[in-house]
């Protein structure tokens, strides 16, 4: 069965960081490309960053650029996504997705989904 699993999430104060893994069963990640997505209560689903199959490309939401870190160890066979400096705005629920080789901004896109693991950042 093929499967992804999303754990490292918590309640952190502002300022905080978090290291949220992504971790596959039933298949190797090696050949797909790997997206974060967040959605916060009462609002809809965004993406949150990506890196590609071979680790040389990444992107980030604009809302997270200089403190968020996507990363892939394929050995692993999971993708981590290193969060500092976190704010209020950075809570909900975090989840990791998989598709072809390249990243897309586009949810449909993405074949396979984790159930998710929750962020809170609270003072």
């Known amino acids: 069965q093929l499967q992804l699993v999303e754990s490292g999430g918590g309640l952190v104060q502002p300022g905080g960081s978090l290291r949220l893994s992504c971790a596959a069963s039933?298949?190797?990640?090696?050949?797909?490309?790997i997206g974060w997505f967040r959605q916060a209560p009462g609002k809809e689903r965004e993406g949150v960053s990506c890196?590609?199959?071979?680790?040389?490309?990444?992107n980030y939401a604009d809302s997270v650029k200089g403190r968020f870190t996507i990363s892939r160890d394929n050995a692993k066979n999971t993708v981590y996504l290193q969060m500092n400096g976190l704010k209020p705005d950075d809570t909900g629920n975090y989840y990791c997705a998989a598709r072809g080789r390249f990243c897309s901004d586009y949810e449909n896109e993405y074949d396979y989904w984790g159930q998710g693991t929750q962020v809170t950042v609270v003072s």
């Open positions: 890196i590609s199959s071979s680790g040389g490309s990444t």
């Open positions: 039933g298949f190797t990640l090696d050949y797909y490309a």
